[in-house]
Structures are given as C-alpha cells and as structure tokens.
C-alpha cells in the first residue's frame, strides 16, 4: 500500500483523476420543460439545440435561441403564477451566471413560428453569485441539473418563447452561453405591463464586466457580481 504514495505513482493518479475530471467536463443543454401540465417532463416544447456545445459568439442571431433542429413541435400551455423548471441533459458544470427570458410573440405569429427577433424580451429571473469567499465566486447553478421558476402572476396571457441562458465563465474572457427557447401560451395572465423589453442578442455587451471577469483572479473590490442583461421584470 505505502507504494501508491511514490511520486510517480502519485502522478499516475493525478492524471487518471484529471482525466476523469476531463470525462466530465462535458457541456450541457436545457432539453426538457417541468409544467403543472407536463409534471414528468416534456422535450417536444422545446427548440432542440443542435449540439451541446456552447455558443461563443454573444452578437450571432443564435443567441437568440440557439442553433436548433427546427421548431419544436409542441406548445406548452402555462397558467400564470405557475412553477416551472428548465432540466438539462447534464449537470452545469462550468461557474456562471444564468437567467430566464419570456418573448413576446408578435402579433400575425404563434409561439410555433416566431423566431424571436424584435426588442420583445424581458427578463423574468436570473441567478448570480451565492457566495464570495477571497479566492473563488461560487455560483447559485453551480452542478444543477435543474433551474426552477415562477411565471409571475401578473404576465398577461399570450404566446411567448420562454428563453433559458446559462453563461459559462470558465475561460476569462471568452464567455460560454448555453441557451434554450420552449415554446409558450401562458393563460389566466395578469395585468402586468412586461419591460424593458431588449432585443436578443444585444441583451447585453461582449464586454459586460459580468461576463469578462477572471474567477481565479476577482477582486472583492469590485463588489457584487451583477447578472449581465437588463434586471428581471417585478411584475
Ligand atoms: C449558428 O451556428 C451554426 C453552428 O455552429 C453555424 O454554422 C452558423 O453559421 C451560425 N449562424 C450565425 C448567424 O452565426
Ligand atoms: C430545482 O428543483 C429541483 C427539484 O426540487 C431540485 O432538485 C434542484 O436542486 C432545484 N434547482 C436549484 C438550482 O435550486
């Protein structure tokens, strides 16, 4: 047994493990909608990404719901107020921010066909940072499978593209982004007026402080991480 503790057997284990590691550093993609309606899950609402790689481009028109097989060939029917989540084909592995959009679709177009361009999202939630020690930002979705929210109440009811954005921040400078579009009807909607309405992309700058940060090299100066994008929507 002492042998496994020579050096070079030390290496040999250190290599396995960060091969391992490399193994699971795999990406990750928001393939499956939770509903009250759709309990166990359904993939069909949504806008299939092609791969599970990341984006790395923030001003391509695939950041507006990725690069995907097609239009989903479902709607998910939503009650407003209700509790959704986002599941995903494997865990978020990479530290970063993430956040939920809801499109508005425009009139003459369903939920089925809209693309998503026009300055007709805005952000219902997103997550930041959960805790700041001096040598790393730990990240609220970090190793989820799953991201959860509620439909404000006060959303009128409609059509809409429910957007997933997870950013992976991994390699300073060149920001990851993992995206998704479900497709939408939200009914027993509120009177809630929706803004800023943005425009995606163009949600947000390639030099956002938020997404150009170092993690191993922060700085608690710099105060709290702010989730690139507009603020979420009150209701
Ligand atoms: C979208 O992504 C695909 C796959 O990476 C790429 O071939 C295509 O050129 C991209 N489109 C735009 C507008 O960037
Ligand atoms: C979302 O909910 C599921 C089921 O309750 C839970 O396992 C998961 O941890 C939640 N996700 C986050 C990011 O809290």
Redo the contacts with the bound molecule.
Sequence with gaps: MTKLRTPSLGLAFLVLNLLSIQAVLAHYRFDTLITPDLPTGSKSVIRQP??WNP?L?ST???MTCN?HSGLAPEIAVIKAGSDISFKLDNEIFHPGPGALYLGAVPEGESAGTWDGSGARWVKIKDWGVREYTPTFWYFELTRTWQVNATIPAAVPSGEYLLRAEHIGLIDPGKPQFYVSCAQVKIVDGGEGKLGPFVEIPGHFLPTDPGLQLNLLQHDLGMGPYRVPGPDPWEG
Excluded: E, I
Aim: zero cysteines.
């Design positions: 092609h791969s984006m481009d391509s028109k695939n690069f």
